[in-house]
């Protein structure tokens, strides 16, 4: 096995790993709509693919080329059904009928077909493969951007975008295949697609913004490869190539992994703004319960009366007048004033502070550490204590 079939092997590894962890991620339904159901089962058919390929050039066992070629055959069909949902629009019905037979008859030829025509298939997948997920971002850049939204056009750019980018990778292993090319690149157009992805549900971004991370990617792999040259010394082209490839690879699954991390943490900060905005209008008890159920503040507190006896009343008061929300670095910055305060947080584990009533005291302590440092979080619990001060006037 050389340097480029290993690469290969590693690329494809690296896009299972990279596409699991998005499914992983998304395997909760109340993250799921019918769009990312269809995009799910792309990515699932994908993954299958770089699977068995993988474990086929790792063994080196030529019957699973015949499962690996026809899922390769249905591909172009889950992408047209993924861009149907996008769109909100059916596709031409003779495109539908040309990918719908063209994937039975390429899957079943694959599995029937005699070694002999193998040549001859190679280039027939290969054109149903390529041709028909260009077709698919064609239809998909000559849709009738006036019918759908901003953030609907958004999602459409960016994924058409990773598609027309993973195209080349995707080609590149039915032209080794074939002998035509040195590398093999689909797990790489595994991982570019599951990045755009990844990149529109964490921003909303076009694809404007992920042809920009393409690139930044494309300059820190670059930036990692020149420095593995200056300590290893200059390989051959081909092996060089296989180098830059796997590194590519890497940076990805990084990059998956980070946009997963935001993606989690805004759905946090959400899940507050949510249950505020389901929140009544009063009276404050009931408007507090609501706020409690919110998965943000499962680990939130109200504290009244006798668990607020050991501390004194007034200096949490004083605290609290003029900033009626503290987090736990704040209230040390206010020294002895903020003692009471800062004892009560590191008792309760808490990180914020925020003010419910001042007459009786009470106080609602929050525990968000995957939150705590972020910049809207001070924002949101300042917009939950203003609601919480109009319904304890509410009647």
Same mark, same amino acid.
């Given at each position: 096995m050389n340097t480029a079939e290993s690469a290969g092997i590693l690329l494809n590894i690296l896009a299972f790993a990279g596409a699991g962890a998005f499914l992983l991620f998304h395997a909760d339904e109340r993250r799921r709509s019918p769009v990312d159901t269809r995009l799910n089962a792309v990515i699932v058919l994908l993954m299958g693919l770089v699977g068995v390929r993988a474990l086929r050039w790792a063994i080196e066992a030529p019957f699973l080329r015949r499962v690996e070629e026809a899922l390769a055959a249905i591909m172009p069909l889950l992408a047209l059904l993924l861009a149907e949902g996008l769109m909100r629009r059916h596709a031409p019905p003779l495109m539908k009928r040309v990918f719908l037979f063209g994937a039975l008859a390429l899957a079943l030829a694959a599995l029937l077909r005699p070694v002999s025509s193998g040549l001859y298939f190679t280039i027939a997948l290969g054109t149903l493969a390529a041709g028909g997920l260009a077709a698919t971002a064609v239809l998909l850049f000559l849709r009738d951007r006036r019918s759908l939204s901003p953030s609907e056009n958004a999602a459409i750019s960016a994924l058409g975008l990773g598609l027309l980018v993973a195209l080349p990778f995707v080609a590149g292993d039915f032209l080794y295949a074939a002998g035509y090319s040195p590398w093999r690149g689909g797990g790489l157009?595994?991982?570019?697609?599951?990045?755009?992805?990844?990149r529109l549900t964490v921003t909303g971004a076009g694809g404007t913004a992920v042809l920009a991370d393409l690139a930044l990617a494309l300059f820190g792999a670059g930036v990692a490869f020149m420095t593995l040259i200056t300590l290893v010394g200059p390989p051959d082209l081909v092996t060089g190539g296989a180098w830059l490839l796997v590194i590519l690879g890497i940076v990805f699954v990084i990059l998956i992994v980070q946009a997963l991390r935001e993606r989690e943490a805004a759905i946090g900060r959400q899940a507050l703004l949510s249950a505020l905005a389901a929140a009544p209008a009063g009276p404050l008890d009931a408007f507090v319960d609501r706020v409690l159920d919110s998965p943000a503040l499962q680990r939130a507190e109200v504290l009244e009366?006798?668990?607020?006896?050991?501390?004194?009343?007034?200096?949490?008061?004083?605290?609290?007048?003029?900033?009626?929300?503290?987090? /736990?670095?704040?209230?040390? /910055? /206010?020294?002895?004033?903020?003692e009471p305060l800062t004892a009560l947080l590191d008792a309760h584990e808490a990180t914020h502070a925020v003010l419910i009533s001042m007459q009786p005291l009470?106080?609602?302590?929050?525990?968000?550490? %995957?939150?705590?440092? %972020?910049?809207?979080?001070?924002?949101q619990l300042t917009l939950l204590q203003k609601l919480a001060a109009a319904a304890g006037v509410a009647r």
């Open positions: 157009a595994l991982l570019i697609f599951v990045y755009a992805v990844a009366g006798a668990s607020l006896a050991d501390y004194d009343g007034d200096k949490l008061r004083s605290a609290l007048h003029a900033r009626p929300v503290l987090s /736990l670095s704040e209230a040390r /910055l /206010l020294g002895a004033a903020g009470r106080l609602l302590v929050v525990n968000m550490p %995957g939150l705590s440092s %972020g910049p809207d979080v001070s924002v």
